[in-house]
């Protein structure tokens, strides 16, 4: 689950990270409210997205004087903004954060995510920070610092100066980042995050560290110890499918292809997709209805699934350990039945009772194309969805 800007700033400030002040605002009147409140002679409007880029996409105004931040504030508020991590589709402005403006002498990168291939959790860090940062790591990796921290002893203040110094920090900077790299990490610990961003780090005007920015990506399965976290979460700034398939415990994704997929287990999913690519194909989501597979589960998928227009074949994939196959296959029948399928509908089952399970999809009298193994699911699909398109 991601946080907007301000509620991780407010979570930064917690932990004492220094952070501009600013208040969020859902109208003009608010924002020149905020304004007026904060101070100054420039402010920042940020639209509240989940998304990165939002510089590069117009979300980001900065402004001298009142009328402007209500024409910034009114100029966001209601649109959609396109960036190049929301796609095409873009994501809604409900509010914006008004910032106090800051004197900006240089823009550092820093995050903390866990190395999956390390079993550790890594700060990540450039002096190359701001809104070129994608094109750092993928034209200049080796302006990218990783420093993975040992999850016995925790982070050490040797990191901490390495990192510093990596980054070209001097003086009293020094001791700064590393309150500030000590207090992310805890927060990263307590908060149960997946990720935690600031971009850019910046050094003001006076020599000191303020973050600027901050994205906060807390760990779904964790929820239910941030009972305060999960109270904002933001439904309008995610996709409305996987949200849904989130309420009947369905592992949904979306993706840009034509052929649905509904598997058990992620693995066998993912091998699934890769097959339908192989074969020429391109699959519609990531759907993984569990080992425990039931009726109202598969019911639901389908619901879901044909939910896409872009839809134009189905292709399930059981392998039948814990739940066994007939019952998977009584399951795909009703749910056809009550949701009314029109397009094609392949499936390939495996494991416990799957002759039975097959003898039943071939007298069901529906039209559901019965596959031998998984190559020819992925072949098959491939062949009815380019009919049906």
């Not at 420039?42 to 402004?63: F, I």
């Not at 024409?71 to 106090?100: I, N, R, S």
């Not at 034209?139 to 002893?153: G, Q």
């Not at 109270?231 to 409305?240: F, I, Y």
Request: aromatic content about 4%; hydrophobic content about 45%; some cysteine.
């Amino acid at each position: 689950m991601n946080l907007h800007e301000y509620q991780s700033k407010q979570l930064f400030a917690k932990y004492a990270i220094p952070v501009p002040k600013g208040q969020v605002a859902s109208s003009p009147e608010e924002a020149v409210a905020a304004a007026k409140q904060l101070g100054g002679s420039l402010w920042v409007v940020k639209a509240q997205v989940h998304a990165g880029g939002r510089g590069k996409a117009g979300g980001v105004k900065v402004t001298k004087d009142l009328e402007g931040v209500r024409a910034a504030t009114k100029a966001l508020l209601g649109t959609t903004l396109v960036t190049h991590q929301t796609g095409p589709e873009g994501l809604p402005v409900h509010q914006v954060y008004v910032e106090l403006g800051s004197k900006i002498v240089r823009e550092i990168y820093l995050s903390l995510v866990l190395n999956r291939e390390a079993g550790k959790i890594a700060f990540v860090a450039s002096s190359a920070g701001g809104m070129d940062i994608e094109e750092v790591a993928e034209h200049t990796p080796e302006k990218l610092i990783h420093v993975n921290i040992h999850p016995t002893a925790g982070l050490q203040d040797f990191q901490c100066r390495q990192l510093a110094f990596a980054l070209e920090l001097t003086g009293p900077q020094i001791a700064q980042f590393g309150k500030i790299a000590h207090a992310l990490y805890k927060l990263y610990l307590e908060q149960d995050a997946a990720l935690v961003e600031i971009n850019p780090l910046i050094v003001t005007g006076d020599g000191d560290l303020l973050a600027l920015d901050a994205k906060i990506g807390i760990e779904d399965n964790a929820l239910f110890r941030h009972k305060d976290l999960a109270a904002l979460r933001d439904d309008s700034q995610e996709d409305p499918m996987e949200r849904k398939a989130a309420e009947h415990e369905l592992n949904y994704v979306s993706l840009d292809g034509n052929i649905a997929c509904m598997v058990n287990g992620a693995g066998l999913a993912m091998a699934t997709m890769d097959l339908i690519q192989l074969h020429g194909g391109s699959p519609a989501n990531f759907l993984d209805v569990g080992g425990g597979a039931t009726k109202e589960r598969v019911t639901a998928a389908f619901k879901l699934i044909l939910s896409n227009p872009k839809v134009t074949a189905i292709l399930i994939n059981i392998f039948g350990g814990i739940v066994r196959c007939d019952m998977i296959a009584e399951g795909i029948i009703a749910a056809v039945k009550e949701v009314g399928v029109s397009i094609p509908v392949i499936v390939r089952l495996e494991g416990t009772n799957a002759p039975l399970a097959r003898e039943i999809l071939a007298n069901s009298g529906l039209a559901i194309t019965a596959a031998s193994d998984l190559t020819d699911a992925a072949t098959k699909a491939v062949k009815l969805a380019g009919a049906r398109s």
